[in-house]
């Protein structure tokens, strides 16, 4: 088993700016791929960020240049650092990890952490 707990959440200005982290824990040797997804009240889930273990990334469109996500293989640590916050950023931010390479659809992923929110007011 996986565990992941994420931080870093919070609110902020639009315009702002936030750094997620997400610690993993358990059979991390087991994982080759990581994501963040959001949810925002009555929209469904998501997917914002995708890395894998060699550190190819893929973003949705609505973030790219904004968003960024990276990885401390030492720490077993994710990061999304969230830049230039808009309004439509807010939301409960979900880390989740994944056995295969080149996950980026929910059904991907095997471990999803409890989330973090995040609030970007105008």
């Known amino acids: 088993q996986v565990q992941l707990v994420e931080s870093g959440g919070g609110s902020v200005q639009a315009g702002g700016s936030l750094r997620l982290s997400c610690a993993a824990s358990?059979?991390?040797?087991?994982?080759?791929?990581m994501g963040w997804f959001r949810q925002a009240p009555g929209k469904e889930r998501e997917g914002v960020a995708f890395i894998d273990a060699n550190g190819a990334t893929r973003y949705a469109d609505s973030v790219k240049g904004r968003l960024t996500i990276s990885q401390d293989n030492a720490k077993n640590t994710l990061y999304l650092q969230m830049n230039s916050l808009k309004p439509e950023d807010t939301a409960m931010y979900y880390c989740?990890?994944?056995?295969?390479?080149?996950?980026?659809?929910?059904?991907?992923?095997?471990?999803w952490g409890q989330g973090t929110q995040v609030t970007a007011s105008s």
């Open positions: 358990g059979y991390t040797y087991s994982i080759n791929c």
């Open positions: 989740a990890a994944a056995r295969i390479f080149g996950c980026w659809h929910p059904r991907h992923f095997n471990y």
